[in-house]
């Protein structure tokens, strides 16, 4: 065996560990390390800690020179290619000697004369992290200079030394350095066939999820979001301790997209969030983003459901009239807020159990009083989400996943088509849009009942509409019995339905709970006989054109 192929490092032996029928090699010394890195964070202190262990290093053109202002010994990568960087820095590392470097087959007796003979020296470590794509493109930059930033020659190598980890070690992340010398130092500068694997299944996750960026921006370039094979990726966030039940793994990660959100959040409190926080804490400030710019408006949700949302003057005003649409399912719930926390806000939730506050924002005074209740999750954001922005939305299926634009249409009075011969009067209209809006955010079937901007009933999730509406309305009375008011609060409401009625028993017990006016898409085959329901019972109704399902 040429004493050349191993950098002047005694060979690693064969093992009889079995690796899909071949001979594996379990420590593998490093001699030899090409480093080429967009992102140079902790790079120094990586360099010197590898010179350190007798590390020979390799590097191309801005990353070399970087080493080599910190006194690194460093070898230029085209010193090892025999050709100079060229094509603006398109071509330098697509060579036979960096890939064959790579790709060799320690244990392979033509690879190691296909080495020799071509004066190919192994590369036992590769450290590459990407061109930034995403942040390009998230900094709004041109066509050209996005496709610029398209890494060509960094994959390669990636996939060339993730490929080959039998004897590579390949590191993609800056956040793996400190790791990758731990485990050098603790094994005499080589590294385990567990930490390679490890390793080289982060390495093509990166290269995958870097793809699908690039995939991802070209379809929204060229206006097609749905082509032929599509990808989704995601960054690992945090662990859980499981997922909606106790016998089910789990995990949360980002997309990337930057949207503000609950995975923008900062955490200040709390135990970590479960997956079914996440969930229901995002369900309720998606719904409170609706309202980004409008009156203080608050969200209760619980199991991803609405349980009450009011619009106030005040946080605090808008918190209660939330609160008295359903307190009993209020207990336990997450809250989201359309502004800042405030401490007068923060000491009515603090009354009852609350699992998760999410708003943009806090002061101190109200952090203050959360600090109190240890188990109490507070997040805030820079903003709220953009209710507006495009976006895709997933279900996996048996076999598929289902993919769809988010549903982030809205409504305006303009877009209202009135039906019935009484048209709504200006407080049924605010009521209405108001209901509308909140509907969108409950599970099909929804029926919503609002009165001065709060919801006072909300049937959810129900087989028949029918049904929806008289739990909401059932819901309504049982508060107002709760709370010692005469009627129910349905009285003189208005009642929105995600979807349209279709057969007028829905409406009419949404008129026998006191609704005035109602809104809905319209389109049944029986709208001429829900309309003369209204027409006879007195109410007023708009048609939407437009529905929410939400399963």
């Not at 007023?540 to 939400?550: D, P, S």
Request: overall charge negative; proline content about 5%.
């Amino acid at each position: 065996m040429p004493s050349a192929i191993w950098s002047g490092k005694t060979p690693p032996a064969r093992s009889n560990t079995d690796f899909g029928g071949l001979a594996v090699t379990n420590l593998v010394p490093i001699g030899r390390a090409l480093i080429s890195v967009s992102d140079k964070t902790g790079l120094i202190d990586l360099t010197r800690a590898l010179a350190g262990l007798g590390v020979e290093l390799i590097s191309t053109g801005g990353t070399s020179a970087l080493l080599r202002a910190a006194g690194l010994s460093v070898r230029d990568v085209a010193d090892v290619t025999g050709f100079p960087e060229m094509m603006g820095g398109r071509v330098k590392t697509l060579h036979p000697n960096i890939h064959g470097a790579l790709l060799a087959l320690r244990d392979d007796d033509e690879h190691l004369l296909a080495m020799a003979a071509h004066g190919i020296e192994p590369i036992d470590l590769l450290i590459v992290n990407l061109y930034p794509f995403e942040d390009t493109v998230a900094k709004g930059a041109d066509h050209e200079t996005c496709i610029e930033n398209i890494d060509i020659g960094g994959p390669a190598m990636i996939r060339a030394a993730a490929k080959n980890h039998r004897f590579v070690t390949v590191i993609t992340d800056p956040a793996d350095y400190a790791t990758l010398i731990e485990e050098m130092k603790a094994r005499n500068g080589a590294t385990t066939l567990a930490f390679r694997q490890t390793m080289a299944l982060a390495a093509y996750a990166k290269t995958a999820a870097y793809d699908t960026a690039v995939s991802g921006w070209m379809a929204g370039q060229i206006g097609e979001p749905f082509a032929r094979n599509r990808s989704f990726a995601g960054t690992f966030a945090q662990g859980m301790r499981y997922g909606e039940n106790p016998h089910q793994k789990a995990a949360f990660y980002t997309d990337g997209s930057g949207r503000q959100g609950v995975a923008t959040a900062r955490q200040w409190q709390g135990k970590d969030l479960s997956y079914n926080n996440i969930n229901d804490t995002d369900a309720a400030f998606e719904l409170v983003a609706e309202f980004a710019g409008q009156s203080p408006t608050v969200a209760i949700v619980k199991h991803a459901n609405p349980c009450g949302v009011g619009q106030a003057t005040t946080l605090h005003e808008a918190y209660l009239r939330a609160y008295q649409c359903d307190q009993t399912s209020a207990f336990g719930g997450i809250v989201a807020l359309n502004a800042p926390l405030d401490a007068q806000t923060a000491e009515e939730i603090v009354k009852i159990f609350t699992e998760v506050v999410i708003a943009p924002g806090a002061s101190d005074e109200a952090m203050a009083i959360f600090a109190t209740k240890k188990n109490l999750r507070l997040l805030t954001t820079a903003t709220l989400p953009d209710a507006k922005a495009p976006g895709l939305a997933f279900k996996q299926v048996a076999g598929g996943i289902l993919v769809q634009d988010r549903d982030f249409a809205g409504i305006a009075p303009a877009d209202l088509k009135v039906v019935t011969k009484r048209a709504p009067t200006p407080a049924e209209m605010a009521d209405l849009l108001f209901a509308w809006t909140v509907a969108k955010h409950v599970k099909s079937n929804a029926i919503v009942y609002v009165k001065g901007a709060a919801t006072v009933g909300i049937g959810a999730g129900q087989m028949s509409r029918v049904d929806s509406t008289r739990i909401a309305a059932r819901k309504a009375g049982d508060m107002a019995e709760a709370l010692g008011l005469p009627q129910s609060p349905t009285r003189g409401s208005v009642v929105a339905s995600d979807a349209f009625f279709p057969f007028p028993d829905g409406l009419i017990t949404a008129a026998e709970a006191g609704a005035t006016a109602v809104i809905q898409p319209g389109g049944s085959m029986n709208d001429d006989e829900v309309i003369a329901a209204a027409d006879a019972a007195g109410l007023a109704m708009v048609f939407t054109g437009q529905r929410h399902f939400r399963h």
